[in-house]
């Protein structure tokens, strides 16, 4: 396998690029919406897509998430949409033939309508929340016409695995490769990881935690916790969740940890594929 890392989506996630240069700390919140690009037996690969080409044009598919529209605010940049970074790295967008979605995020399926032919993969809870919230919470962050036109989905439950401590969904219909879901719960009902189990050794961590900082238990920007209360489903459950990926790292420091929005360990991932080459 050869794994490519891709940002599909810029954000300043205060909106206020002056503050952030005042303050130093708060550059932080320039996010990175990173995706995964996996080059594998089973074709191309994406784990989560981004912001797509849809979403680019027609910015009226933000205004269901306010929270998103107006604390994110997306740089909506048509060469960051994962289609159009597959064709610069000479890929067909048709051969994506499966994409991993760690949830139903808009940032984070908003490009699978940019590959109506590829399966998408995403644990079960995952899919019941989307289509049957709960709570406020869930009935706002979710948008269907993100997927509603792909019509290839597997879902996966996690009962009887684990991988480390964490639930693990059985092998991948139609992927081969040594790539595995765990369960991540907290941030979204059905919330999950991706762990590739190859040299490059990683684990994809999706929106467990917004910044290195918080893995690492380091100090960070107060507003992250204005961020974990609004963004996760379960705050109490999401710092379950993440204290079981601190445990992680500390037993197995070479493991690569991965977020999906901390600009810092995107560059680390990106110098990593450089290495690689």
Known sequence: MKIH???CGSFCALGHPVLNRLLPKLDQFNLVCHCLLIESNSGLILVDTGLGLKDIRNQERFKSNFVFN???RPKLDVEETAFMQIIKKGFNPKDVKHIIATHFDSDHIGGIADFPDAVVHVLKDEWD????PHNPKEKFRYSPIRWEANPFFETYTTQGDSWKGLGKAQGLKGITDPIYMVSLPGHTR???GVVIEDESNIFFTGDAFLLEAQLLEKSYAKPVEIYNQLG??????AEETLKKIRTIHQQDPQLVILSSHDQGLYKKALAMEKGRK
């Open 70 to 72: 107006h604390l994110a």
């Open 232 to 237: 996760h489903v379960n705050p109490v459950e």
């Open 190 to 192: 059905g919330h999950s």
């Open 5 to 7: 890392h891709l940002n």
């Open 129 to 132: 929340a989307a289509h049957n």
